[in-house]
């Protein structure tokens, strides 16, 4: 993630962060850890930036001056989210090839511990789509990012003598980028009636399965 305040600029100039700077990439840092804990136990509604600023002692307007909406935080704390859970996997990359999708349904039974940031994520790409929305080029980034990574794992895993077409690898790759979400959303409406992780698994087996075998929905045409 870019900063406003310039830092790769800073980085590729050599230039040595100065204490205020530091100070302020500090606090933006523990702003993001408190929201992160209050937006997962609370969810989206219900988590106030005003406890947030409570829990790091400094006032409401402090976390606008540092993030500038609670959009804006909701937004930088579900990147947050990603670069931690990135840190946390060997090599602090995803994986390509099969062990990507393993890593997709580890994430899944992640989410079913966070709730409150599965809500947030799930309202804000939701509320995405309408026109001038402030997380449209945040989730269109996303999303697009998220196709190149699987649709790349994808292509590992078949038979390079019997390659799916690039149409059908993107298709596959937004299928599962759309059942992962969906299942999301089931989840939180009911969490007793959707095993999250179990779900997700089955959901991309049968995708890759389809993919490989060459079954791209012809049934269904």
Same mark, same amino acid.
């Given at each position: ?13 050599? #230039? ?43 006032? !409401?307007?402090?976390?606008?001056? !540092?993030?500038?909406? #609670? ?21 602090? !990359?995803?994986?390509?090839? %099969?062990?990507?999708?393993? !890593? %997709? ?114 049934? %269904?045409?």
């Amino acid at each position: 993630m870019t900063d406003a305040d310039g830092t790769p600029a800073n980085r590729a100039s050599g #230039k040595a962060k100065g204490p205020r700077q530091l100070r302020s990439e500090q606090r933006r840092l523990e702003i993001l850890r408190a929201a992160t804990a209050t937006f997962g136990a609370r969810g989206y509604r219900n988590g106030s930036l005003g406890e947030i600023a409570d829990q790091v002692g400094i006032t !409401h307007a402090g976390i606008l001056h !540092h993030f500038g909406s #609670k959009n804006q935080l909701l937004l930088e704390v579900l990147d947050y989210r990603d670069q931690v859970d990135v840190e946390q996997l060997e090599g602090k !990359h995803p994986p390509e090839g %099969l062990p990507l999708f393993r !890593h %997709l349904v580890d994430t899944a039974r992640n989410n079913t511990t966070r709730p409150g940031i599965v809500q947030t994520y799930a309202v804000l790409s939701a509320d995405s789509v309408t026109d001038d929305h402030p997380a449209q080029e945040y989730f269109r980034n996303r999303f697009s990012g998220l196709r190149e990574m699987i649709s790349r794992s994808l292509a590992q895993i078949c038979d390079p003598d019997a390659m799916p077409s690039d149409t059908d690898i993107d298709t596959a790759a937004s299928a599962i980028i759309g059942v992962m979400d969906g299942l999301q959303v089931q989840w939180l409406l009911d969490d007793g009636a959707v095993d999250l992780p179990y779900a997700t698994a089955f959901a991309i087996d049968a995708i890759l399965t389809a993919l490989v075998a060459g079954r791209t929905g012809d049934r %269904l045409r």
